[in-house]
């Protein structure tokens, strides 16, 4: 990743938390020079965190233009959700297998947040608290290649919850205890079962969200063919 502490690292979870947050929307233009002065960091720093973005699906580099929060299309939200439905089914499968009362305390905890959240109607917990408690369940399942193929999804998947604010946090949270029910159980078919549900059921109303965010004048498969044509391209002497 990067240096806790440098320049680039700063820029980049500085800028991640505001897009993750919704502070900056998708689709919008993230203008070079005016995140340089509100950062305090130079063009170089800040052009490799955008970059680091980028290879996370946060941001979209645009050839001529600069860079953009990408746009969350409903392809990219079927996308995601195809590959947590698989994912993260697999994670709570592992995650009940190895559940112990010791092993369990750190998923309970982030549960329980997301409870207390929900009870609350506060937004700004709910959406972490929710993303913690699916990270936690990639934690406990204890294996190393799928929590390097999850880590990636982890920003998308906060970012969906926070742009996808509006739907029944009680339904979620009450999907999320049974969850935890079947991996306490070690019930691994039941985890896993449990998991794919609750995912699927959040594909459609986030579909249904996906439209109001996409931006008409923004289509990042055609700017993916535009710049696999240019390294295409013989190169002129």
Known sequence: MTEPGSLRHRAYESIKARIVGVELRPGQRL???DLATELEVSRIPLREALRMLASEGLVLLVPGKGALVAPFTPADVNHLFDVREVLESLAARLAA????????????????????ATHAGDP????????????????????????SQMHPLAARTEWLFRLTAD???????????????????????????????????????????????????????????????????????
């Open 167 to 237: 739907r029944d946090a009680a339904e979620q949270c009450s999907e999320h205890q049974a969850l935890f029910d079947r991996i306490a159980a070690r019930d691994e078919s039941g985890a896993a079962a449990s998991a794919f549900a609750h995912i699927a059921a959040g594909r459609a109303p986030s579909l249904a969200f996906a439209e109001a965010w996409s931006q008409s004048d923004v289509d990042p498969e055609q700017i993916a063919r535009a710049r696999r044509r240019r390294r295409a391209e013989p190169t002129a002497h």
């Open 97 to 116: 297998a190895n559940a112990t009362p010791d092993r369990l305390r750190p998923l309970e905890a982030v549960l329980a947040e997301a409870i207390s």
């Open 124 to 147: 700004q917990r709910i959406a972490p608290a929710n993303a913690a408690f699916h990270a936690e369940i990639i934690e406990l399942a204890g294996n190393p290649l799928l929590s």
């Open 31 to 33: 203008v070079e020079r």
